[in-house]
């Protein structure tokens, strides 16, 4: 491998990735001379088994505060009235369908990996979109200038709904149990563990300049 590739593994619904999203902006704009970066779906919720909304809205209605605190983001008002009013939503998440557009995008933007998870978390927790309803992706396709018979028969595919899955696969091989979190791998078989949980840019950063050292040492 030429360069150290940084896996940055999340999940569109996490709401610490969200926070965090604004860190890894700042850490890949930093290195990305010196280190490849890809994103991975973490697969939080299964596609398999969704709940409703009303199931984590309790907890989300009170940990956003601490994200926005901590991170200085915003979650926005669309977001907070599916909090707020669960018995009001109509929303089941999953990851699967956000994941499955991670996928798509790579292939057309790999070098823009990062600027499109945390396009998709802020369409989910600012925006408040519901990114299990495939029109919730149209504005991006827009953004991003995606061929959009394209991007949505992909979007229904099999295909990519394998890389997707492969990639919750991956997360798990790598040992990662919770979002967010960032590792670097230096050799085939060497990784190490940058971030786990929110963690701020200094830190992170500081991080990595220590794994450089060594590795280059």
């Known amino acids: 491998m030429n360069q150290p590739i940084i896996f940055y593994c999340y999940d569109a619904y996490c709401g610490w990735c969200y926070g965090f999203s604004k860190v890894m902006i700042q850490i890949e704009k930093e290195y990305k001379d010196k280190l490849q970066f890809e994103v991975l779906s973490g697969g939080m919720i299964p596609a398999d088994n969704p709940r409703h909304i009303k199931a984590t809205a309790s907890y989300i209605s009170k940990e956003y505060k601490n994200v926005e605190i901590l991170a200085g983001v915003q979650f926005g008002e669309d977001y907070l009235w599916h909090i707020f009013h669960p018995d009001e939503s109509d929303w ?66 099999e295909t990519y709904k394998e890389k997707a899955n492969y990639e919750f696969a991956l997360c798990r091989q790598l040992q990662v149990n919770g979002f967010p979190a960032v590792l670097m791998q230096v050799k085939e078989t060497k990784f190490y563990l940058v971030a786990r949980g929110y963690t701020k840019y200094e830190d992170v950063k500081a991080r990595i300049e220590n794994i450089l050292t060594e590795w280059n040492g």
């Open 92 to 157: 089941y998440p999953h990851s699967e369908k956000a994941a499955i557009a991670l996928c798509i995008f790579k292939e057309a933007y790999p070098d823009q990996q990062i600027a499109f998870a945390a396009d998709l978390q802020k369409a989910l927790h600012y925006e408040g979109r519901d990114l299990t309803d495939v029109e919730a992706y149209r504005h991006l396709v827009e953004k991003y200038n995606l061929n959009p018979d394209d991007f949505f028969q992909k979007l229904h595919s």
